[in-house]
């Protein structure tokens, strides 16, 4: 990042190198963790589907959710104390939030490259249980853009919440569910719901991609402007002692 | 940046029914050590939080140099408040980090008097603000706004946990800031006799109200610590309005409000009675007893 970047841009370069590395270590663990559980499961049960498509589907997007609460909750207030306002804050957390989860994004694209070297060492197929926009896992643009909308609605859901804890308890309690209507489309997107009161039929509801594309950018849209609707005027009250 | 402060009529409510300000008003010309005292309740922190945008006034305005402030970024850059330990020192981030973080979103920065002040403070640079001890902690948030070099400082009960020497360690530090780099710092406090010889100006706050604000010279000789035998004292205060007493043995001190012409300085003199400046503390006491509030005396 520039220098110039930087001093444009003093929240954004404050998250990004909160969060940037510890996606990146995170990232790391996992592939190891997912290609050592489908060498054991294959060496002990056959050729397995994708093990890094079942983890993916559902791992990630609970990071970038909590980080999505952590921009909130450790970064707003450290912002409004340098004297940084609400809306230089939801500015520059947006930019955040869209960079997060590309980065994350490359990252788990990345993973399913990996697998693949794995299983063709092996002479597996990389094989798909689930669909969702993608439905091969070699179609690597696909994958990338599916998991850059899919974690970006829940980094965006857990700025929304914590805004909402950030507010008060009784408004964080009320964000949770807008933040579960605004993940909705990330279960067409990957094909794998992961939520227990909202089973995979979602997934299977056979909306187009442009619908999908479409509900992701307005409800991204509808978050932003809740997110805004809490943070212009939300008061920082004193810490707990 | 002009660093005028400016309140006129300022109020403020939390969830509509509890007054944590009403209708304050007044002008800070700048450039001097602020002293904002008050009870526990009576709205010192409510109305730093308004002064540095922490909180949107429910009424009236604050400006600093003309300007407002809540969400006015060209202003809120230049006003720093430090709220008890400081609401910069997030417990799960290493102290070194917090402070590299200060410098990017403070253009206004100084991290080489920041890790002058982080030794002074003898702050652990590598553990976290969560594992810092209380004192240690405030002491990050006086590193914070010391360092900040913004032309407004506001520190709200800062020396928390500080033990004596770390404290007269802070007030060494900001007299000097204060000369070298002169700007506006408002101090809020309860330890009063620690602190009251730095202040140049006085506000005092009861419930949710300005009830003073006046230079601290001025108030200091607003009355008169009369100090010597005890009979002697209460022969010369008798019909006085006395603030205070303290006695040891036969000597005793009586704070009275009120300036003495030459003629009862001269009698003070004549039965062996000391004159000392009042003590701000008991002007404190004096102004925010509750009977007073009760008994509709005027302030």
């Given at each position: 990042?520039?220098?110039r970047i930087a001093?444009?841009w003093?929240?954004?370069?404050?998250?990004l190198s909160a969060?940037?590395?510890?996606?990146?270590?995170?990232w790391v663990?996992?592939?190891?963790?997912?290609?050592?559980?489908a060498?054991?499961?294959?060496?002990?049960?056959?050729?397995p589907?994708s093990?890094?498509?079942?983890?993916?589907?559902?791992a990630?997007?609970?990071?970038?959710?909590?980080?999505?609460?952590?921009?909130?909750?450790?970064?707003?207030?450290?912002?409004?104390?340098?004297?940084?306002?609400?809306?230089?804050?939801l500015?520059?957390?947006?930019?955040?939030?869209?960079?997060?989860?590309?980065?994350a994004?490359?990252l788990?694209?990345?993973?399913?490259?990996?697998?693949?070297?794995?299983y063709?060492?092996?002479?597996?197929p990389?094989t798909?249980?689930?669909?969702g926009?993608f439905?091969?896992?070699?179609?690597?643009?696909?994958?990338?853009?599916?998991?850059?909308?899919?974690?970006l609605?829940?980094?965006?859901a857990?700025?929304?919440?914590?805004?909402?804890?950030?507010?008060?308890?009784g408004?964080?309690?009320?964000?949770?569910?807008?933040?579960l209507?605004?993940?909705?489309p990330?279960i067409?997107?990957?094909?794998?719901s992961?939520?227990?009161?909202?089973g995979?039929?979602?997934?299977?509801?056979?909306?187009?991609?442009?619908?999908?594309?479409?509900a992701?950018?307005?409800?991204f849209?509808?978050?932003?402007?809740?997110?805004?609707?809490?943070?212009?005027?939300v008061?920082?009250?004193?810490?707990?002692? | 940046?002009s660093?005028?402060?400016?309140?006129?009529?300022?109020?403020?409510?939390?969830?509509?029914?509890?007054?944590?300000l009403?209708e304050?008003s007044f002008?800070?010309?700048?450039?001097?050590?602020y002293g904002?005292?008050?009870?526990?309740?009576?709205?010192?922190?409510?109305?730093?939080?308004?002064?540095?945008g922490?909180?949107?006034?429910?009424?009236?305005t604050?400006?600093?140099?003309?300007?407002?402030?809540?969400?006015?970024?060209e202003v809120?850059?230049?006003?720093?408040?430090?709220r008890?330990?400081g609401?910069?020192?997030?417990?799960?981030?290493?102290?070194?980090?917090?402070?590299?973080?200060?410098?990017?979103?403070?253009?206004?920065w100084?991290?080489?008097y920041?890790?002058?002040?982080?030794?002074?403070?003898?702050?652990?640079?590598?553990?976290?603000?969560?594992a810092?001890?209380?004192?240690?902690?405030?002491?990050l948030?006086i590193?914070?706004?010391?360092?900040?070099?913004?032309?407004v400082?506001m520190f709200?009960?800062?020396?928390?946990?500080?033990?004596?020497?770390?404290?007269?360690?802070?007030?060494d530090a900001l007299?000097?800031?204060?000369?070298?780099?002169?700007r506006?710092?408002?101090?809020?406090t309860?330890?009063?006799?620690?602190?009251?010889?730095?202040?140049?100006?006085?506000?005092?706050?009861?419930?949710?109200?300005?009830?003073?604000?006046d230079?601290?010279?001025?108030?200091?000789?607003?009355g008169s610590?009369v100090?010597g035998?005890?009979?002697?004292?209460?022969?010369f205060?008798?019909?006085?309005?006395?603030?205070?007493e303290?006695?040891?043995?036969?000597t005793?001190?009586a704070?009275v409000?009120?300036?003495?012409?030459a003629?009862?300085r001269?009698?003070?003199?004549?039965?062996?009675?000391?004159?000392?400046?009042l003590?701000?503390?008991d002007?404190?006491?004096?102004?925010?007893?509750?009977?007073r509030?009760e008994?509709g005396?005027?302030?």
């Amino acid at each position: 990042m520039t220098s110039r970047i930087a001093q444009r841009w003093p929240t954004l370069r404050v998250t990004l190198s909160a969060h940037l590395p510890f996606i990146a270590v995170l990232w790391v663990l996992f592939t190891v963790v997912a290609l050592v559980i489908a060498g054991v499961v294959g060496m002990t049960n056959g050729m397995p589907d994708s093990v890094v498509h079942d983890a993916a589907t559902q791992a990630p997007r609970w990071l970038l959710f909590g980080l999505g609460l952590d921009l909130v909750g450790t970064y707003l207030r450290l912002q409004l104390a340098h004297g940084r306002t609400r809306r230089e804050f939801l500015g520059q957390a947006v930019a955040h939030a869209v960079l997060i989860s590309g980065f994350a994004a490359v990252l788990v694209t990345l993973c399913y490259l990996a697998e693949r070297a794995l299983y063709a060492i092996l002479d597996w197929p990389q094989t798909l249980d689930r669909t969702g926009l993608f439905t091969a896992a070699d179609q690597y643009p696909v994958i990338f853009g599916a998991y850059w909308l899919a974690l970006l609605l829940w980094t965006a859901a857990g700025v929304l919440i914590g805004l909402g804890f950030f507010r008060s308890s009784g408004a964080g309690v009320l964000t949770i569910p807008l933040g579960l209507v605004v993940v909705l489309p990330s279960i067409v997107v990957v094909g794998n719901s992961g939520l227990p009161f909202l089973g995979d039929e979602l997934a299977g509801v056979g909306l187009s991609t442009a619908a999908v594309l479409g509900a992701s950018a307005g409800l991204f849209v509808l978050a932003v402007g809740l997110a805004w609707a809490m943070v212009r005027d939300v008061p920082m009250k004193t810490k707990a002692p | 940046m002009s660093t005028f402060i400016e309140a006129d009529r300022l109020s403020l409510r939390y969830d509509n029914t509890v007054t944590a300000l009403d209708e304050v008003s007044f002008t800070l010309t700048g450039g001097k050590i602020y002293g904002l005292l008050g009870r526990n309740g009576s709205g010192k922190t409510s109305l730093l939080s308004v002064l540095a945008g922490y909180r949107k006034a429910s009424g009236g305005t604050v400006t600093v140099g003309g300007r407002p402030v809540f969400e006015n970024a060209e202003v809120t850059g230049q006003v720093c408040l430090v709220r008890g330990t400081g609401d910069a020192a997030v417990s799960n981030v290493k102290v070194k980090e917090l402070l590299d973080f200060a410098g990017h979103l403070r253009p206004s920065w100084d991290a080489d008097y920041a890790r002058e002040l982080a030794e002074l403070f003898e702050l652990s640079l590598d553990k976290t603000a969560g594992a810092l001890s209380h004192g240690r902690q405030s002491a990050l948030g006086i590193v914070v706004g010391l360092a900040s070099r913004t032309p407004v400082t506001m520190f709200d009960e800062s020396y928390l946990g500080l033990d004596a020497p770390a404290r007269y360690k802070f007030y060494d530090a900001l007299l000097a800031e204060a000369m070298a780099h002169p700007r506006t710092m408002i101090l809020s406090t309860h330890l009063i006799e620690e602190v009251s010889a730095l202040f140049e100006e006085v506000l005092i706050l009861d419930e949710g109200r300005l009830v003073l604000h006046d230079d601290a010279e001025s108030l200091r000789a607003a009355g008169s610590a009369v100090t010597g035998d005890a009979e002697q004292v209460d022969r010369f205060v008798d019909g006085m309005r006395v603030l205070g007493e303290k006695r040891l043995g036969r000597t005793k001190s009586a704070m009275v409000y009120g300036e003495l012409d030459a003629d009862r300085r001269a009698q003070a003199h004549a039965a062996g009675l000391d004159l000392g400046p009042l003590a701000l503390q008991d002007l404190f006491v004096h102004l925010t007893e509750p009977a007073r509030a009760e008994q509709g005396e005027p302030r």
